[in-house]
């Protein structure tokens, strides 16, 4: 994978946006700088048309104008997520991912529905890697009242300053800039590796927090704790142990062999953490989204052997999995969680 520096910081994001009035008081948009809205309009076409991808006929040219406009077009755009207008950088996956692959983001929604009817009340609900909110919007959209309090973290100073755009007006959303790791001190810098994501695979250094020292707070109550941060996630978790010893929550983490190998980090952290915290259940999804099988505690062959069938990349390109983790005390209902009954029937697809 190429690698592309984040150039943009929050203060710049928040600049590029400052003359653009909010149309929901309608008041008339106005863009300093005409490429902003043209880039905009190209973004939102390509979404809009995104089903000409899947016809044999028209795959090959929407794909190219995608791939073209994503060269061609940088900074921020403006469009619709789960309801809500936001402010993305152009090529922004996850509008993308979520009409391309009818089940992605499915394993989320279901763990908190199943975390939400376990507990009885509302929940608290961290994300780390929370890039530009969207997840937020996604919970909020498909599960109406069952979140009391959203945790953002993200280290991306580009994704960062979208968030606060999209967020950072939210009483119940609580945002942090920062990049987690297992140990206070030093990591390498979190370079784009493509237009969606960004992972620790800078040339420099910089400055790295434990999610424990961050969420340190008596009234930060963790019941469901999501880590997409592209090879760091074993790392997130080994700097999250006081967290999972005193709360439990349940985890779902992207379990992503190859990045793992990009960032020097082992594919076996993950689990060995969570086992050694008395996590039991470990329920796997496709990266697409559905379920594919469940393992119990700790096997280092059998996650060494999916750690090769990722590595081979023969299921398809990037191929990783989504795992669910369910401590041994918890009422969740991990057949539930498997069967994904509730997300299937999910509101709003972006």
């Known amino acids: 994978m190429s690698s592309e520096r984040s150039r943009t910081g929050p203060v710049a994001a928040d600049a590029a946006f400052a003359n653009i009035e909010d149309t929901r008081t309608g008041r008339q948009e106005e863009a300093a700088d005409p490429l902003a809205t043209i880039a905009s309009a190209v973004y939102n076409v390509l979404l809009k048309t995104q089903a000409l991808e899947k016809h044999r006929v028209s795959h090959a040219a929407w794909k190219g104008l995608w791939n ?14 789960h ?32 975390s939400f009817r376990a507990k009885g009340s509302p929940i608290g609900f961290v994300d780390v890697g929370a ?23 993200d280290g991306d100073p580009e994704f960062f300053g979208y968030m606060k755009k999209n967020l950072g007006s939210r ?29 620790a695979q800078g040339a420099q250094r910089t400055g790295a927090v434990t999610l424990d020292a961050l969420l340190s707070g008596p009234d930060c109550e963790i ?34 062999p190859i990045l793992c190998q990009q960032t020097g980090n082992s594919a076996y952290e993950h689990f ?3 086992a050694d915290m008395g996590y039991a259940t470990f329920a796997w999804f496709t990266k697409l989204g559905a379920f594919s099988h469940f393992t119990r505690s ?26 669910a983790a369910v401590h041994a005390s918890s009422k969740v209902d991990t057949l539930g969680l498997a069967e994904l009954a509730f997300a299937r029937g999910r509101r709003s697809r972006c």
């Open 68 to 81: 073209a406009s994503r060269r061609h077009f940088r900074g921020p755009v403006r469009t619709v997520i």
């Open 83 to 114: 309801g809500h207008e936001v402010v993305v950088n152009f090529g922004y996956a996850y509008p993308y991912l979520a009409r391309r692959f009818p089940l992605y983001n499915q394993p989320l929604l279901e763990l908190v529905h199943q």
């Open 131 to 153: 890039a530009v909110g969207d997840t937020v919007l996604l919970v909020d959209a498909n599960c109406p009242g069952m979140i009391a309090r959203y945790h953002c973290i």
């Open 171 to 199: 009483a119940d959303v609580k945002l942090y800039f920062a990049l987690l790791s297992s140990a206070q001190g030093e990591e390498r810098e979190l370079v784009r590796i493509h237009s969606g994501t960004a992972s």
């Open 223 to 256: 019941d469901v704790l999501k880590i997409d941060v592209d090879g760091f996630d074993g790392r997130v978790l080994a700097g999250s142990r006081a967290i999972l010893e005193r709360q439990k929550p349940s985890v779902i983490f992207e379990w992503h």
């Open 272 to 274: 060995e953490v969570l």
């Open 298 to 323: 700790f096997d280092r062959k059998v996650i060494g052997d999916m750690a090769e069938l990722c590595l081979r990349n023969r299921h398809g390109e990037d191929w990783h999995y989504d795992v």
